[in-house]
């Protein structure tokens, strides 16, 4: 006769599934139909009204946009975001390994759930937006002259036809969406800084605004799903009554 050990099971995962299916009963939808419809309609009105208008700018935008824009445009890459989280995870696991004080193993343990978050926000969105961007094909606004808005060539595996959405712009959306989700006290600031470093993919002529809005968006979006998805599992966020705030 066999007796089956009923003790629960320990370890950080074992905790992430006894934490998702003892909340599943509060689990609400993640809104996905109605932003999707609002991205969808900005990124419209942008490609009829913006589009061709900063097309024609290309290259002519004021000294003193065009500048800080090449200045800080590339801020919006993911290497340095995805280096930085990778650091900010190995030290947190050195911290939980080597400290022999609680205190130090839960700040650890801390910076590994947040900067696991950023990571993943940014590069699983930004996966996402490159695979799209090359499976549509959009030219770039500097042969906008020759190709105009309705053109599409996917899989030319060249930059110059991968403009939506934009990939900078994602990264964006994800970063400071996450950021502001992280320290909600600073996320009007946080916000406004992301959608201006989004937007300088305009001002330097790599983007339409389109590209930007739809990328920016995605990113936004993908950010918060994300959060849901971590309070489900008790790491980083809580949510409850529909409310998203930072647990740690």
Known sequence: MTVENTEPKSGPFAAMRRHYHETRPDHRPVPKMLPMIVITVLGIAAFYFLDAQAAAMHGIWPDWIRQPSRFLT?????????????????????????????????????????????????????????????????????????????????????????????????????????????????????????????????????????DVLVGFGWGMWFAFFLAVLFARHGLVFSHKDGKLARLI
């Open 74 to 210: 590339d801020l919006g890459k993911s290497w340095w975001i995805i280096t930085g989280t990778v650091a900010i995870i190995i030290g947190g696991i050195l911290m939980r390994r080597l400290s022999a004080e609680d205190r130090w193993r839960r700040l650890g343990a801390q910076a590994i759930a947040m900067a696991s978050y950023v990571l993943l926000s940014v590069a699983v969105a930004g996966l996402i937006a490159n695979i799209f961007k090359r499976l549509i094909g959009r030219p770039r606004p500097e042969l906008f002259g020759d190709h105009g808005l309705f053109s599409f060539n996917p899989f030319m595996h060249n930059s110059d036809f991968e403009s939506f959405p934009s990939g900078h712009a994602t990264t964006c959306g994800a970063l400071w969406t996450a950021l502001a989700l992280l320290f909600p006290p600073l996320r009007w600031p946080l916000l406004i800084i992301g959608l201006y470093l989004a937007a300088t993919r305009v001002f330097v002529g790599a983007h339409f605004p389109s």
